[in-house]
Nanobody, 124 residues
């Protein structure tokens, strides 16, 4: 079972990035997917999640209207589209998977599998 993130980069404020989370060893469609981020010296925080079978999505207030979570079941990959990036979005971004129950939570403890992270840096 493995999750691999990609797509992180250095971008100017106002720019966009799309992060990818490729799964292997299991089918993402059976799991709820979460994106978390951790900035230097800060706790890892939940950014967004989508429940199994795409029944619901959740976003932390600071990214609402700017970030969009999605998945492509045919590619067994989840995405986080990030628009209008701000310097405070700078962090290592992680994707995570939890056994699907039709809902998702922005709580680290709920997730069973984690990727290794991808760095997003937003310059002002």
């Amino acid at each position: 079972v493995q999750l691999v993130e990609s797509g992180g980069s250095l971008v100017q404020a106002g720019g966009s990035l799309r992060l990818s989370c490729a799964a292997s060893g299991f089918f993402l469609t059976d799991y709820s997917i979460g994106w978390f981020r951790q900035a230097p010296g800060k706790e890892r925080e939940g950014v967004s999640c989508v429940s199994s079978m795409d029944r619901s999505t959740v976003y932390v207030d600071s990214v609402k209207g700017r970030f969009t979570i999605s998945r492509d079941n045919a590619k067994n990959t989840a995405y986080l589209q990030m628009n209008d990036l701000k310097p405070e979005d700078t962090a290592v971004y992680y994707c995570a998977a939890m056994v699907g129950i039709g809902v998702c939570y922005l709580q680290r403890a709920a997730y069973d599998y984690w990727g290794q992270g991808t760095q997003v840096t937003v310059s002002s």
